[in-house]
């Protein structure tokens, strides 16, 4: 069960000091309570006693700042914006966790009912981040604009206890600015008739990031009991007292060009960012007494672009036609980590996500299926004639063969994102509707290997035509590849194995990714939405100048080539995302209301 309670609010306070000088104070709130009861019955496979366990999370994140405003218009040519503010965030986060490892009774899921000690965690954890910031623009003839940004942060999960200032190196405030400058060129010089509107724009930027609370802080950690003696260990992660903060440094083009009196519409940009000093936890030697360290490394490149166009086919007086259709492609790349480190895992289950030097971000890791190769004598599973090259290899036993160590499997990230939307009004009847586009990347699903080997899905009818005699044709599986001879040359498999067997060795336990290994592309019917706009003559006798009503569907259809699971869904393992990587998630939904609206 999951019960989840939430608070969001604000208070604003907004003064003028003159008519181009103002003042605003605000502080505002986003609080949330969550209970989550965890049940396991009696006789489960790895409960026998069942379990029981809850879990209560307390999330706030507090923002308090102050901004003054200038807006002053120097004279009829040029005129001048700035702001100065600052802002102080703290976030809290509480966690507690109490375990029922057995039950004593079957079905009664309370601590009280615990057939053995209770085993508790809980977590404290605070950050708070104090900032200065400003702006300031300049515009000329409201067609050449020229904007600055700065901020400055002071962040408490940098700042080094006071204990260990003396040995560490503190380095808790980081800057970062930006600088941009856009030109209409359409009201510079004169252009074809056909242009309606024409815009440059060129920026450069820098972002700065912290770290997560306590990365400086060697804590002893809570273990379960021994007996009547509570167990304590020092923690796994050696502290680094001389952290310091990312940074993101970008550059960015574009232009948003429109022609034929804004029937046509073109917005493209390319942009281009590199990340320093990225804050990586890092393996360690076990003979150092710790198994992972927070440093500061890497260098990653990162470029794409984005583009819309919009359309106006058709626009008459009681009818009118709206296209638009957006695109984005980015590409990153690792350009360097450390000199002791050439790979980075950043998450990992069942296939793991790695950097590597000279590779893409988000290249998927883990063990495939051995094949026949034909490119290296001295390999094993070389085919001189290539026949039988890149098919899978079997064992005597009729399973597939499992590489030895783990082998690029693709790159999670998709080849472009693309939507398609259009909007049709008549007499004041609308139709709306958007498509979304993924086209590339991978997926590792968990789902399609635990519902192999627990028999649950349409894929494992493959095998049992008529039931489990292995006699009977159609029952059994004999695996598509070859097995090697004793001379070292390949034939074709025809050992054929049962059904439950099979369907197991496909992922060897769990261990072998590529079987269950699918490409990630979809078409998704994002949104439907039929409307009518009430005319205002209706409402004449009231206080309302008129009202739309619509029905919405969200989500509502999905075309894909995964299996039982919606390839756009994100896992998670203890708060870290795990992007191309599926892991037994439930389906996605859709959503269907009704919006009301009244103009006043």
Known sequence: ?????RIIGNVILKYEFT???SLQLRTAT????ERREYRRAFSTQRFPYGQYREVGIVNEERNSDFLFTINKNINSDFDFSATLGGNSMKQTSRFNENVAGQLNIPGIYSLNNSRIALVSQQNNVAKKINSLYGSAGIS??????????GRNDWSSALTLPEDLKGIGTEDNSYFYSSV???????EMISLPRYFSFFKLRASLAQVGNDTDPFAFTQTFNRSDPFGSYQIYSETNRLANLKLKPEISSAYEFGADVRFFDNRVGLDVTYYQSRTKNQILNIPLSLTTGFDSRIINAGLISNYGVEAMLTLNPVKTKNFSWDVFVNFSSNRSKVLELSDSLKAYQLASK???VEARVGERMGDLYGIGFTRVQSTDKTAPYYDPTGKYAGQIVYADNGRPLPTTNTMKLGNYNPDFLMGIGSALN????????????RQGGKIYSLTQTVGREGGIIIETLQGRADGYDMSKEGNGVIGEGVVQNTDGSFSPNTKKISVREWHTAWTDGRSLAEGVMYDASFVKLRELQIGYTIPNKVFVKTPFRGATISLV????FLWSNVPHVDPETMSYNDGTALPGIEYMSIPSSRSYGVNLSFKL
């Open 19 to 21: 008519k181009w000088l």
């Open 30 to 33: 986003d609080w949330s309570s």
């Open 180 to 186: 941009a400058l856009s030109a209409i060129i359409s």
């Open 350 to 352: 069942g296939v793991s």
């Open 553 to 556: 569907g969200r989500n509502l």
């Open 140 to 149: 000329y003839k409201n067609r050449l604009f020229l904007d600055f940004t």
């Open 1 to 5: 069960g999951q019960y989840y309670d």
């Open 426 to 437: 008549y007499k004041g009847i609308r139709l709306n509707f958007l498509f979304d586009f």
